[in-house]
Nanobody, 121 residues
């Protein structure tokens, strides 16, 4: 599976961005996708995930600010990011896993190249 993330950029605090991720390759009908965030000098962490049945998961830090969505027919994943803060700065990775479970670090997940988000104060 190949993943291509886009939509990152520079934004002022309080602004919004929308990230997109295009998936291609060996995609099963049941699969899950997610966005991970890696802040400078820190480990990559789950921001939001969406399972095949539409169930969503959010990190506490982004609840009520970020919205994950998907277009299964187009194999697209989105992340609407609102009320951005400097703490949201970092590289955002799109992740994919065939099956019911959300993708995580390890051999069963696929990762995109990441898109950089910079939030200025």
């Amino acid at each position: 599976v190949q993943l291509q993330a886009s939509g990152g950029g520079l934004v002022q605090a309080g602004g919004s961005l929308r990230l997109s991720c295009a998936a291609s390759g060996s995609i099963f009908s049941i699969h899950a996708m997610a966005w991970y965030h890696q802040a400078p000098g820190k480990e990559r962490e789950l921001v939001a995930g969406i399972k095949s049945d539409g169930e969503t998961t959010y990190a506490d830090s982004v609840k009520d600010r970020f919205i994950i969505s998907r277009d299964k027919l187009q194999n697209m994943l989105y992340l609407q990011m609102n009320s951005l803060t400097p703490e949201d700065t970092g590289v955002y990775y799109c992740a994919f896993r065939n099956g019911f479970e959300l993708p995580k670090e390890g051999p069963e997940g696929y990762w995109g190249q990441g898109t950089l988000v910079t939030v200025s104060s």
